[in-house]
């Protein structure tokens, strides 16, 4: 049990690299560990524990799979525990590599997964690992063969992931700078293959590229491309969701997006806490053994993926987005698709404080809050202009430039390394409310969630908990991020070379 959403990492050394010697905060004062001991056990004594639970009945959605009603207690089953817990301070090995880029060697493009599981972990993991490596081998190859990748590539295979994200996050916070200055994307493969359906989560102006070779890599069994059974389940879902007929220009838009990330993989202090664009790629299906001891090869072998074809496509799939992200002349990001996503998630926001005022009595003690979201939904729509200007202008450069041939290595180069500090426009260094740690101000896991998202976290903490003051604290600081974000866009389009003068 770990408090993930208030930091991942060595607990006792939030925010800076855990190195020998490196400062560290004692156990008793830590504050990202639980106090109360936990050990999973199997339903088996579990049901004989909770069977024997008196006191009330417990909320709907804490009720398992057991067959009686579960309550919280107190008592009357009283049970005698002898705790043996082992904090120690222990090394762990991240292993990195590199490919070294020709024209923007300065520029890096990483490729994550990590590398220590559960117990077996044939899916968590190492389903990830073995494409990972695969990719690694056909690079080899295609280098071989004089393949040059333009930008750096760097490969990692992350340790300690499962107790808290610690190889990536403590990597992360001792190379902070030098991410800062030079990763351009991170790509993250976690879990490869738990089934054959293709899971994509990331931030939208990675949507194209991710699209892309989605829509470059075939299916296996069924013929068409990742991306096209995708983009079908996603239109049958839209289809058939909810409809808001209040805009009727709206009502036939399909628009799908990648899925906000949350936390739960090694993404996050890329995201989260330094602001670089990630995406999360997965090809996912029916995983009833996630992070149990069957989670292994013979699960694997006889349910998953016998022949280990999908275990081929994970490693096509993110094979190709990485040669494309570390090759491209421009980076394949996109803009307009950000504004449009997050309008898309501020809408939710809206419609929970929509329901939690509807729910809401007059006589209730505490109100929900009264949220004026014109000045947020104002910068959204500067920032969905400046992006679609901006890919405009990237679209002429690609297609030979306004004024006349295309733009010179070090115009590419120019804009490459701007685009690149999009992302971190979103970052602010005070972090999230009670939790500093998480700087993105539009990207980040619910405090309550385990690793599922909370777009616009710091606005959704003050609609959760009904928190005026925080409301008024935090929406004037995204509508910064965003302006911020923004003026960026408008500086990229207007460099030499793209929209701008010769
Ligand atoms: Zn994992």
Redesign the pocket.
């Known amino acids: 049990v770990q408090f993930l959403s208030y930091g991942p990492g060595d607990p006792g050394t939030p925010g800076w690299a855990s190195t020998k010697g490196s400062k560290r905060i004692a156990y008793e004062k830590l504050e990202t560990i639980s106090r109360i001991p936990s050990l999973p056990i199997g339903y088996g004594p579990a049901g004989e524990l909770l069977s024997r639970l008196a006191g009330q009945e417990v909320p709907g959605g804490w009720q398992g799979g057991l067959p009686f009603a579960y309550h919280t207690g107190p008592g009357p089953v009283e049970i005698e525990m002898s705790v043996e817990m082992d904090y120690a301070v222990r090394p762990i090995w991240n292993v990195i590599t590199r490919i070294p880029g020709t024209v923007e060697p300065d520029l890096e493009v990483v490729i994550g997964n990590?590398r220590d599981?559960w117990t077996y972990?044939a899916v968590?993991?190492n389903s990830?690992t073995a494409a990972v490596l695969e990719m690694a081998k056909a690079f080899s190859e295609a280098m071989k063969e004089g393949w040059k990748p333009r930008r750096t590539l760097v490969l990692a295979s992350w340790d300690g992931?499962?107790y808290g994200l610690l190889g990536s996050t403590e990597w992360a916070e001792h190379h902070a700078d030098e991410i800062r200055n030079r990763v351009i994307a991170y790509l993250n493969m976690?879990?490869a293959v738990s089934g054959p359906d293709l899971g994509v989560g990331g931030v939208a102006s990675l949507r194209n590229l991710i699209f892309a070779a989605a829509g470059s890599v075939l299916d296996p069994r069924k013929g068409k491309s990742l991306y096209e059974l995708w983009e079908d389940r996603r239109r049958d879902a839209w289809a058939n969701g909810p409809i808001d007929r209040s805009d009727p220009a709206k009502l036939l838009d399909f628009d799908p997006q990648l899925d906000p990330l949350g936390s739960?993989?090694d993404y996050t202090v890329f995201l989260d806490h330094l602001g670089v664009a990630s995406a999360d790629l997965r090809l996912s299906g029916r995983y009833g053994v996630y992070h149990s001891t069957y989670d292994d090869l013979y699960w694997m072998e006889h349910f998953c993926d016998p022949e280990m074809i999908h275990h081929a496509t994970a490693t096509r799939l993110l094979g190709l987005a990485a040669m494309r992200a570390a090759s491209a002349e421009l980076f394949p990001f996109r803009f307009a698709p950000v504004a449009r996503a997050l309008r898309q998630q501020l809408d939710d926001v809206q419609l929970l404080l929509l329901r939690k005022a509807r729910k809401a009595k007059p006589a209730d003690k505490k109100q929900p809050i009264r949220a004026d979201w014109a000045r947020i939904e104002k910068a959204l729509e500067e920032l969905g202009d400046a992006g679609t200007a901006l890919d405009a202008a990237l679209d002429a450069a690609l297609a030979g430039g306004r004024a006349g041939g295309p733009p010179s290595d070090a115009a590419l180069r120019a804009a490459n390394a701007a685009m690149r500090e999009v992302e971190h426009r979103l970052i602010d260094p005070e972090g999230l409310p009670g939790r500093t740690w998480f700087r993105h101000l539009v990207s980040a896991p619910g405090l309550s969630t385990g690793y599922a998202p909370w777009p616009f976290p710091g606005v959704r903490q003050a609609v959760e908990e009904a928190d005026q003051a925080m409301f008024d604290r935090e929406a004037p600081r995204i509508e910064a991020r965003l302006r911020a974000a923004a003026s960026s866009l408008r500086a990229i389009a207007a460099l030499d070379g793209l929209g701008g003068e010769r």
Do not use: T, W
Request: no cysteine; hydrophobic share 10%.
């Open positions: 990590h599981a972990g968590d993991p990830g992931e499962e976690d879990s739960g993989s």
